[in-house]
Nanobody
Framework: VQLQASGGGSVQPGGSLRLSCAIS???????IAWYRQADGKEREFVGS???????ASADSVKGRFTISRDRVKRTVYLQMNSLNPEDTAVYYC????????????WGQGTQVTVSS
C-alpha cells in the first residue's frame, strides 16, 4: 500500500485540525497508525485503527484525538482537538499488514504547528 498524509498546518492552542491519510493499493488486511516526531525527539505512536476497526491511542492524546476511517474514500483520519504546543510535530501515517509485527509502509509527513 502507499500512503499520503495531508491536512497539517498552523493553529493556535486550543484549536483543532484534521489530518488525512489517503491510501492506495489493497488495504483490507492492514492496520493504519499515526505517529509523530517533534524536533530533537524520537518518533512516537499517536494512535491506530486495526483492519477490523479497533482503535487505540497514546495516553498523551486520549480524549483529544480521534482516529476514524472511510473505506469508500480510502482514507484514515486523525481528528485533533484541544491542541497544545506539545503537539507540534511532523505527523506520519503508516500501514501494517495483519501478519506483520511492524509498520513497514510509511507516508510522507505533514507538519502540525501549535503556537500563539
Amino acid at each position: 500500500v502507499q500512503l499520503q498524509a495531508s491536512g497539517g498546518g498552523s493553529v493556535q492552542p486550543g484549536g483543532s485540525l484534521r489530518l488525512s491519510c489517503a491510501i492506495s493499493g489493497r488495504w483490507n488486511h492492514y492496520g493504519i497508525a499515526w505517529y509523530r516526531q517533534a524536533d530533537g525527539k524520537e518518533r512516537e505512536f499517536v494512535g491506530s485503527i486495526s483492519n477490523s476497526g479497533v482503535t487505540a491511542s497514546a495516553d498523551s492524546v486520549k480524549g483529544r484525538f480521534t482516529i476514524s476511517r472511510d473505506r469508500v474514500k480510502r482514507t484514515v483520519y486523525l481528528q485533533m482537538n484541544s491542541l497544545n504546543p506539545e503537539d507540534t510535530a511532523v505527523y506520519y501515517c503508516a500501514a501494517k499488514h495483519i501478519a506483520s509485527r511492524t509498520y513497514d509502509s510509511w507516508g510522507q509527513g505533514t507538519q502540525v504547528t501549535v503556537s500563539s
